[in-house]
């Protein structure tokens, strides 16, 4: 009787602890290709300090940026510790950069730091337009602040017809909000 007990106590134990440990995505670009879990490696590069001067932005300590290759994409995460992160593929956003303009991944960026400043929360990967709406008003008034040109937002705004999938609305949608939030942050209309 002691070792089945031991032996359901240690189970749950181990149960526990993963379930501790797990994390969600709270937003990805797109819903292909991989997913990531438990990156490792740590971004200093352009992408943490793009990430950067949109916390400072808005007065709010810097979201930790990871690297992970071969996700082809973004995202948002938080873990069951509070944590909170962003993860892309350093080649992804090197082909987006080059195809798109620099505006692109930093509006990648604002889109998914929108996701943890302003507290959007997307709960076990579930359909939610709204949450991705705020995000992309988020990123729009974001790019507004940080001086991106019009012209900027609209080729960035190519890649934004974007992969719409279950997550997100359609590419019309989603350039309709982000027109606003970008008026909204003192931009002019596209």
């Given amino acids: ?5 031991f032996f359901i106590l240690t189970i749950a134990f181990c149960f526990l602890s993963l379930s501790a440990m797990s994390q969600s995505a709270l937003c990805s670009l797109h819903d292909y290709h991989g997913s990531a879990y438990s990156p490792t490696m740590v971004d200093n590069g352009l992408a943490f300090r793009q990430v950067t001067k949109i916390c400072r932005l808005y007065r709010r300590k810097t979201i930790p940026v990871y690297m992970q290759y071969g ?32 505006a692109a991944s930093l509006g990648i960026l604002a889109h998914e730091a929108g996701h943890i400043i302003v ?9 939610d337009w709204s949450d991705e709406a705020r995000a992309d008003y988020f990123a729009g008034y974001t ?7 019009p012209r900027a937002i609209q080729n960035m705004m190519r890649i934004e017809n974007f992969y719409p999938s279950y997550r997100h609305p359609d590419g019309y949608t989603r350039a309709t909000i982000i027109e606003e939030g970008y ?8």
């Fill in 119 to 127: 507290g959007v929360r997307v709960p076990g990967m579930i359909a």
């Fill in 143 to 149: 790019l507004a602040k940080l001086g991106v040109s």
């Fill in 183 to 190: 008026i909204a942050g003192g931009g002019s209309s596209f």
């Fill in 1 to 5: 009787m002691r070792i089945c007990n």
């Fill in 71 to 102: 996700i082809e994409n973004a995202y948002a995460y938080s873990n069951s510790y509070g944590q909170e992160y962003i993860v892309y593929d350093p080649n992804f956003f090197n082909r987006v950069s080059n195809q798109y303009g620099s």
